[in-house]
């Protein structure tokens, strides 16, 4: 199998971001699930950015975390995979107008070349051999998010294929990151094709065949023009961000494993020890500062829900013992676990 694979240009420092559009939409759907949007907004570091502003960019960090917090508290296990089935081109922004507007589906699934502008943490790879033409992801781990993320990136991009061409279409076959855990009936339901779990990539494999289905709104020159716009805003992605948000991002990768060590986290930006820490006071802040946020926002709004135990909170924070993570509470509250959830309720 040929595999061609696209990256962000090779001298690019930012942060990785998500359009704001894309959290937005997922905090409404978690709201409608009976989840706080507020206290949501609040956990996951989101309050700093105007999401009614739906080209704005947000760190993947609080992505992450939302993702997390959602896994945690919404009872549907398909809400990934649900919240994908209804996600419609015009909420891909500019990547899915070039898509809609590509002339062919073969030409909207190699456009995904510019997934950068919808999230850049998101890498896709592409591969072909005489029966299909398959589409990879890769992107950091989820944590406890894992799951609903890979559902949502596969029924959102099958979603939206069906939705330019009009077509019903079928893959030869979706592949999960993920192991399979209970039934599997609403995937089957929504993909038709054999589905394999636990597999080193997540990926959706298209017929031939298919690729030559007409879009709808087909117009290559309007498709053309936006291309040119996009490579504009991947210009302007390149241009860079600041340290702390590339700082935040990692310590949601890596916070389940226990507490972000600076070592850690320099080795993953790849940024020598000392020239992290001056980065962060150069910014007014600090490792040991960013990690104690996050830690804050995320136990606040876990603690509000009755159900989940002290225990939970301290493996998904990266406490080694529940009992740190009580004395923590109590240090950024003023109170214990139990009696903040009194108030709150």
């Not at 009614?52 to 990934?80: E, H, M, N, Y």
Request: glycine share 6%; charged share 25%; proline share 4%.
């Amino acid at each position: 199998m040929r595999v061609e694979t696209h990256s962000a240009p090779s001298h690019r420092k930012t942060t990785e971001t998500v359009l704001a559009r894309i959290p937005a939409r997922m905090l409404d759907l978690a709201a409608a699930e009976g989840m706080s949007r507020d206290a949501l907004i609040e956990a996951a570091g989101l309050k700093a950015f105007d999401l009614t502003d739906g080209d704005s960019r947000v760190p993947v960090s609080c992505q992450v975390a939302l993702w997390q917090l959602i896994a945690k508290g919404v009872p549907d296990r398909c809400f990934g995979l649900h919240a994908g089935m209804h996600f419609e081109a015009r909420e891909a922004g500019l990547l899915g107008y070039i898509m809609a507007y590509s002339e062919t589906l073969g030409d909207a699934l190699k456009r995904l070349r510019y997934s950068w502008l919808l999230n850049d943490a998101v890498h896709c790879a592409f591969g072909s051999d005489r029966r299909s033409f398959s589409v990879t992801e890769t992107y950091p781990e989820q944590g406890l998010g894992l799951r609903n993320a890979v559902d949502y990136r596969l029924s959102a991009l099958l979603s939206v294929c069906r939705q330019i061409t009009g077509a019903e279409i079928v893959p030869v076959e979706v592949a999960f990151i993920y192991d399979q855990s209970g039934d599997t009936l609403e995937h089957q339901r929504f993909f038709h094709c054999p589905l394999r779990f636990g597999q080193p990539i997540s990926k959706i494999a298209f017929r031939q065949e298919d690729l030559r289905l007409p879009a709808r709104h087909g117009d290559e020159t309007l498709a053309h023009h936006l291309i040119d716009r996009a490579e504009e805003v991947l210009r302007s992605l390149a241009r860079g961000s600041s340290t702390k948000e590339r700082v935040r991002s990692e310590i949601w990768n890596i916070l389940s494993e226990g507490k972000p060590t600076l070592e850690r986290v320099a080795t993953a930006l790849e940024i020598p020890g000392r020239t992290l820490q001056r980065r962060l006071a150069d910014e007014g802040t600090s490792l040991q500062q960013e990690v104690e946020e996050i830690r804050r926002a995320m136990a606040t709004a876990m603690f509000r829900d009755p159900g989940t135990s002290t225990d939970e909170v301290a493996y998904l924070l990266g406490y080694a013992e529940p009992s740190t993570l009580f004395r923590s509470f109590r240090r950024w509250t003023g109170m214990t676990p139990q009696e903040y959830r009194k108030k709150a309720g």
